[in-house]
């Protein structure tokens, strides 16, 4: 089923159907799969720069993979927490969420929340990647707002404007909540365009995307990416959201907008006290890059991990000695108190072989990642066969050239 939208200001008209295709008897939305689209591009673009952020790309699809998981099940409890009405006695459509439904800023939320856990377990550094992934989160937000736009959702108040937008489903929307839109001060007239504040957002975010990425290779400090997104989105959000008719509400607040000032109000006043605070410094060593630390730049030859690793096992081997030489102390006690000295000797062995396996283990272990090193050196030299012909092909083509050599002497002295 289709349904028109049109711009009668531009004289542009949409046949518009929320339903893709069909799997089955399983309608396949156009919400779901713009949705789908924002998460690729986003993901292209956060592993596309992972070098320019010394971020491990193995772990950091560990922490991305997670973090879109909450995001989604964030952005559906945030919509439903502030929408209860809609749900409470049907609580089964709760995990609808096939035709909509989704809040941004709890989507935000869970990411962050998920993302710093995530980190933490997967030994990544949480402000580089959370400055990669605000790029690829404002390119996908800027996708995903047209779901919106196929679903009639989304819009504001009306306009005069020649971009203002209408349809039947819209119509029909502000004709039912039009006495609660008059209570918030919105009068409006269904019957009119409204705005179509789905594509402010989704240009504010595309224009935001295009900054952030221009400024990554200019950024200052971990973390200044994350604090400008905040900002720019928070900025955008707060004065779209005061256009829109369908806000989630507590009382006559609107969430997002509060929530777009703070994320505004809040990234600002730290941006300026952070650049402050490093003008006054005036020591380019203070808040560096993390990409231009010893530890980044091991994270980018491939090196930090594997070598962390070495030193986990050999901290392993320390505590084992550490507890082996605790336990030899207490039987040499309980010999000295005059108890049995078989059962003291019987415990001594127990300890020494425990430790002696537990270390043969470790050194096993690190004996075998140095051999798959070498080997893995070893590939990258030219085999010894390869160099006796490269040899061989050289010394003849020497010996050619000594004989081209003579053979023109000779001609040389018989022309003379």
């Not at 339903?19 to 309608?27: D, E, Q, R």
């Not at 295009?210 to 950024?219: E, I």
Request: glycine share 8%; with cysteine; hydrophobic share 45%.
């Amino acid at each position: 089923m289709t349904e028109t939208i049109s711009f009668p200001g531009l004289g542009l008209e949409f046949q518009v159907a929320r339903v893709a295709f069909y799997i089955g008897n399983t309608p396949i939305y156009w919400y779901g799969i713009l949705i789908a689209l924002g998460l690729l591009a986003g993901s292209i673009y956060f592993f596309s720069r992972t070098k320019e952020f010394a971020v491990d790309p193995d772990r950091a699809s560990d922490v991305l993979l997670v973090a879109i998981i909450f995001s989604v099940i964030g952005a559906r409890l945030y919509y439903v927490l502030f929408s209860w009405e809609e749900f409470e006695d049907g609580l089964a459509s709760v995990f609808n969420i096939r035709q909509g439904g989704l809040a941004i800023y709890g989507c935000i939320i869970f990411a962050i929340l998920s993302a710093m856990l995530m980190c933490k377990l997967r030994k990544v550094k949480f402000l580089p990647l959370m400055d990669l992934g605000s790029g690829g989160l404002l390119l996908g937000q800027a996708i995903g707002r047209w779901g919106n736009f196929v679903n009639h959702e989304a819009f504001g108040s009306n306009t005069a404007n020649p971009w203002g937008m209408t349809s039947a489903s819209i119509t029909a929307y502000l004709r039912q909540h039009r006495s609660s839109l008059a209570g918030l001060g919105m009068t409006v007239d269904p019957d009119m365009p409204v705005h179509p504040t789905f594509l402010y957002e989704s240009l504010w975010c595309l224009i935001g995307f295009l900054l952030l990425f221009w400024f990554a290779k200019r950024r200052r400090f971990d973390g200044q990416i994350t604090l400008m997104y905040l900002g720019w989105y928070g900025l955008g959000r707060f004065f779209i959201e005061g256009l829109r008719t369908d806000s989630l509400l507590v009382g006559s607040l609107r969430v997002s907008q509060l929530l777009a000032f703070l994320c505004f109000s809040v990234s600002v006043a730290v941006l300026i006290g952070v650049m402050s605070k490093i003008r006054r410094e005036g020591d380019p060593s203070y808040l560096m890059l993390y990409r231009d630390t010893e530890e980044g730049k091991l994270v980018l030859a491939g090196k930090f991990y594997p070598k962390k690793d070495k030193v986990k096992k050999v901290k392993e081997a320390e505590e084992i000695t550490e507890t082996m030489k605790k336990d030899i102390e207490e039987v040499v006690e309980a010999i000295k108190t005059e108890e049995d000295i078989e059962i003291a000797t019987e415990r001594i062995e127990a300890i020494a072989d425990e430790a002696v396996t537990a270390i043969l283990k470790i050194a096993d272990d690190i004996t075998q990642e140095a051999e798959e090193a070498a080997e893995e050196e070893d590939a990258k030299l030219p085999l010894e066969s390869d160099i006796e012909e490269e040899q061989t092909a050289s010394e003849q083509n020497d010996e050619a050239d000594k004989i081209e050599k003579t053979d023109s002497e000779v001609d040389d002295g018989t022309d003379n």
